[in-house]
């Protein structure tokens, strides 16, 4: 499978960084990181993103780089999930608008009738962000905030964050042990 992984400036780039930790590395990747992903990441983490990269199937583009492969139709992808998705990015997704990497691979895969995700981090979610969210979802995308099911039992940050990832691998049908499921050892 060929995945493009987007990662925006929401609150909770790290998500983005743990999924793409726990990706299997049959998977080949295609990362872009906006600029202001790099600014929440130094802010709730005070991290380098590159060191989640280690012995890892990816190739990273810059987000102003628009005429890299994945911004084309003619190169191959099967999905694409944007993990965390700001307000911004699902706005300029929702009307087309492709001024970076990240928004104009989005645009590629919708006209493609590609696989997207998207997962987006606000709370509370405006009108506007609600509409833009129904918008894309009538368009075929799947919007997959990072919502939390307490029935796998999480009692740490990283087992909830496993969870959520879990769910979106399930999503993007990445096989996955990574949380545990409704009835599982107790059937």
């Excluded at 492709?98 to 987006?120: G, H, N, Q």
């Excluded at 918008?135 to 029935?151: F, M, N, R």
Aim: proline share 3%; hydrophobic share 40%.
């Amino acid at each position: 499978m060929k995945l493009i992984i987007a990662i925006t400036g929401a609150s909770g780039v790290n998500l983005g960084l743990k999924f793409i930790e726990y990706l299997p590395s049959n998977i080949e990747a295609f990362v872009v990181l906006s600029s202001s992903a790099k600014t929440a990441l130094k802010y709730e983490n005070n991290k380098d993103y590159k060191q989640h990269f280690k012995n890892k199937n990816i190739t990273v583009f810059k987000d102003k780089d628009i005429a890299a492969s994945i911004a084309s139709g003619s190169f191959k992808t099967d999905k694409m999930i944007i993990v965390p998705c700001s307000m911004n990015t699902l706005a300029k997704c929702a009307y087309g608008i492709s001024d970076s990497l990240i928004t104009r691979a989005f645009t590629v895969m919708l006209k493609e009738k590609r696989e997207i995700i998207i997962a987006p981090r606000e709370l509370p979610l405006s009108t506007i962000a609600l509409e833009n969210m129904l918008k894309l979802s009538k368009l075929g995308v799947v919007i997959a905030p990072p919502v939390l099911g307490y029935y796998s039992e999480q009692s740490t940050l990283e087992e909830m964050e496993k969870f959520l990832i879990g769910k979106w691998f399930d999503l993007l049908k990445i096989d996955n042990n990574l949380y545990k499921r409704w009835k599982q050892d107790n059937e």
